[in-house]
Nanobody, 125 residues
Framework: QVQLVESGGGLVQAGGSLRLSCAAS????????MGWFRQAPGKEREFVAG????????KYADSAKGRFTISRDNAKNTVYLQMNTLKPEDTAVYYC??????????????????WGQGTQVTVSS
């Protein structure tokens, strides 16, 4: 059974940092594009960041550029999202996702086949 399990969410004050982790089990995703999405209450799930299987190509939403960093450790089958200078508008459930593609870095949720259950990030002002 394929599973993506996120961890690292929590409550943090504005300006603080969190590091999210996404551990995969059931199969290896070391040759897949991986991404992070988030969904705030009453809003659509949106792309935050993604990277190709080697990590050599990354994409970020404008809201994440300069503050968030996505990375991966293929030996551990794990993807990370380092979030710095957090803002209240970053409050959302953050989801890890895996694509079936090795190179194409999609920006929409329909381009990802596997999803985690999400982890809550709350940023207080």
């Amino acid at each position: 059974q394929v599973q993506l399990v996120e961890s690292g969410g929590g409550l943090v004050q504005a300006g603080g940092s969190l590091r999210l982790s996404c551990a995969a089990s059931g199969r290896t995703f070391s040759r897949n594009v991986m991404g992070w999405f988030r969904q705030a209450p009453g809003k659509e799930r949106e792309f935050v960041a993604g990277l190709t299987w080697s990590g050599s190509n990354t994409k970020y939403a404008d809201s994440a550029k300069g503050r968030f960093t996505i990375s991966r450790d293929n030996a551990k089958n794990t993807v990370y999202l380092q979030m710095n200078t957090l803002k209240p508008e970053d409050t959302a459930v953050y989801y890890c996702a895996a694509s079936d593609s090795r190179y194409y870095l999609g920006l929409t949720r329909d381009q990802y086949a596997y999803w985690g259950q999400g982890t809550q990030v709350t940023v207080s002002s």
